[in-house]
């Protein structure tokens, strides 16, 4: 079993930043493949960005590539999402995972989800 706690969420002007936190406990946070998808108003789940275990390697989302950054600290137990040059569209729940198997890009290569953070980029 494997929990995990967002924190950072907010309201922001465009053109802001804003750094998302997911705490990890339980399983093995630095074996674990971990990622940030979002959920805009009245859309899907999508994938933001996603890191490896050893932190080697990153994947972006083309609508953020540029703008965040994806990083973890494994002696904290903790992922982080730094977002920059925030947009409206950028407003949704953001949510932690820890994958289980297959492409970063799938909500359903996730195991499991952090309970979710707000951001609002007000224009």
């Known amino acids: 079993q494997v929990q995990l706690v967002e924190s950072g969420g907010g309201l922001v002007q465009a053109g802001g930043s804003l750094r998302l936190s997911c705490a990890a406990s339980g399983r093995t946070f630095s074996n674990s493949a971990m990622g940030w998808f979002r959920q805009p108003p009245g859309k899907e789940r999508e994938f933001v960005a996603g890191?490896?275990?050893?932190?080697?390697?990153?994947y972006y989302a083309d609508s953020v590539k540029g703008r965040f950054i994806i990083s973890r600290d494994s002696a904290k137990n903790t992922l982080y999402l730094q977002g920059n040059r925030l947009k409206p569209e950028d407003t949704a729940v953001y949510y932690c995972?820890?994958?289980?198997?297959?492409?970063?890009?799938?909500?359903?290569?996730?195991?499991?989800w952090g309970q979710g953070t707000q951001v609002t980029v007000s224009s």
């Open positions: 995972a820890a994958y289980a198997a297959g492409s970063y890009y799938s909500t359903r290569s996730v195991a499991y």
């Open positions: 890191i490896s275990w050893s932190g080697t390697s990153t």
